[in-house]
């Protein structure tokens, strides 16, 4: 059973950026991937970005591109998402997701990080 | 690409059927295979409900059942109970990226 475990809630100010991470066990599999989706106050579900942590390959939403990296660290099972150039439209949980491999769906979410954005 | 196209509210009583939409284009939903549907409840991680259009993950309930025609994707919930009351968000995976429908908020009466 794969877990997703996030970093705990921040609090930024305007210009800087944050850095979320999520940490994977149970159940990985070797060419897993993970996405990493944002959810602002009352709004739905945005893509941001993935990767395949084996091969530490990444792609982003056009939105995002210039402005968010994912990275991750195979020795510790861990993907980031850091996002700079923070505004306060930036407000909103930030999650993790596990995509299956032979079905392109998100399995598992991470629990959320809430990322407040506030001068 | 753009966001998938769903209704903002879907509305039904207790045993009940609703279905929801999902739109997109033929480059997109019409394309792919791997459309995928998630029920949030509030303040809760997003669920996996179905994949690849029409499957179901291990435990989730019959009354759940997806299908696609052309650029539309729907999810279909019958025998309606108070417990569906949530927003459902479909999903399609592309090679370059992943698109998320705009999310029906489901009203249970």
């Known amino acids: 059973q794969v877990q997703l475990v996030q970093s705990g809630a921040e609090v930024k100010k305007p210009g800087s950026s944050v850095k979320v991470s999520c940490k994977a066990s149970?159940?990985?599999?070797?060419?897993?991937?993970i996405s990493w989706v944002r959810q602002a106050p009352g709004q739905g579900l945005e893509w941001m970005g993935r990767?395949?942590?084996?091969?530490?390959?990444?792609n982003y939403a056009l939105k995002f591109q210039g402005r968010v990296t994912i990275t991750a660290d195979k020795s510790t099972s861990t993907a980031y998402m850091e996002l700079s150039s923070l505004r306060s439209e930036d407000t909103a949980v930030y999650y993790c997701?596990?995509?299956?491999?032979?079905?392109?769906?998100?399995?598992?979410w991470g629990q959320g990080t809430l990322v407040t954005v506030s001068s | 690409q753009s966001a998938l196209t769903q209704p903002a509210s879907v509305s039904g009583s207790p045993g009940q059927s609703i279905t929801i939409s999902c739109t997109g284009t033929s480059s997109d939903v019409g394309d792919y295979k791997y459309v995928s549907w998630y029920q949030q409840h509030p303040g809760k991680a997003p669920k996996l409900m179905i994949y690849e259009v029409s499957y179901r993950p291990s435990g989730v309930s019959n009354r759940f059942s997806g299908s696609k025609s052309g650029n539309t994707a729907s999810l279909t919930i019958s025998g309606l109970q108070a417990d569906d009351e949530a927003h459902y968000y479909c999903c399609l995976y592309t090679r370059s990226s992943t698109l998320f429908g705009g999310g029906t908020k489901l009203t249970v009466l």
């Open positions: 997701a596990h995509m299956d491999q032979y079905t392109y769906a998100f399995d598992y």
């Open positions: 990767i395949i942590p084996v091969l530490s390959i990444a």
């Open positions: 149970g159940g990985i599999l070797s060419s897993y991937t």
